[in-house]
Structures are given as C-alpha cells and as structure tokens.
C-alpha cells in the first residue's frame, strides 16, 4: 500500500514562492508515479505535474514556466516548486499516486479533464493562498 503525506502549504503574496513536499510510504517494489492537483472552492480538481519513473515532468499550460515538479528517490519525496504564484494559484494542493502507471497517465493524461481518475491514492492536501 501507497500512503501520502504533504507539506508546505501557507499563504503568500501574488508573486511569491512556495515549496511543497510529499513524503511518500510504500513497500519497496512498489510501482506508482506521482502528481500534484489542485482544487480551489467550487471549481473541480485539475491536475497540476505528474513526473513518471525517469524524472520527467509534464505540466498543466496553466503552470508551465512557473512551477517545477521533482522527486527525490532517496528521501521517498516528491516536490513542488511554485514560483510566480498567482491569485488563481490559491488552491488545496494534493498529491496523489497512480498504482497502475502508465505512459498516459504518468504524462499528459494526469494534466488533462479527468485525469484525477487515474490516482488511486490521495493524500490529506495542503492549503495555498495567494494574496494580491
């Protein structure tokens, strides 16, 4: 079993920084990849990063430029590096896990409508508020 724990989260003035981590636990032949999504009040979960087993990142258009996703095998940590945050960056920040992964998935289907379906394993979130 997969279980996440994020970190991170707190408020910031429009153009500031965040960092937000998510320390994962899971047996040691586990197979998942890892993303980040957003859900601010009244508006549906939206993939923001997903980085699959060789480190590469794919980002929402809405983020690109400004935020970094990586992940750090030796501490079981995946990050998220928010820069340039914006007002419409305020959000509940969670991460998930895909046990199944799959190109699709671990790629351009987790930053696509619906892909929080794919992840199975969802931490508790960490709150983001950005002040303008």
């Known amino acids: 079993q997969v279980q996440l724990v994020e970190s991170g989260g707190g408020s910031v003035q429009s153009g500031g920084s965040l960092r937000l981590s998510c320390v994962v636990s899971?047996?040691?032949?586990?197979?998942?990849?890892l993303a980040w999504f957003r859900q601010a009040p009244g508006k549906k979960r939206e993939g923001v990063a997903v980085?699959?087993?060789?480190?590469?990142?794919t980002y929402a258009d809405s983020v690109k430029g400004r935020f970094t996703m990586s992940q750090d095998n030796t501490k079981n940590t995946a990050y998220l590096q928010m820069n340039t945050l914006k007002p419409e960056d305020a959000a509940m920040y969670y991460c998930?896990?895909?046990?199944?992964?799959?190109?699709?998935?671990?790629?351009?289907?987790?930053?696509?409508?619906?892909?929080?379906?794919?992840?199975?394993?969802w931490g508790q979130g960490t709150q983001v508020t950005v002040s303008s």
């Open positions: 998930a896990a895909d046990l199944s992964p799959s190109p699709w998935t671990c790629g351009l289907g987790a930053v696509h409508r619906g892909g929080e379906l794919h992840f199975e394993v």
């Open positions: 899971a047996y040691a032949n586990s197979r998942y990849c």
């Open positions: 980085i699959d087993s060789d480190g590469r990142a």
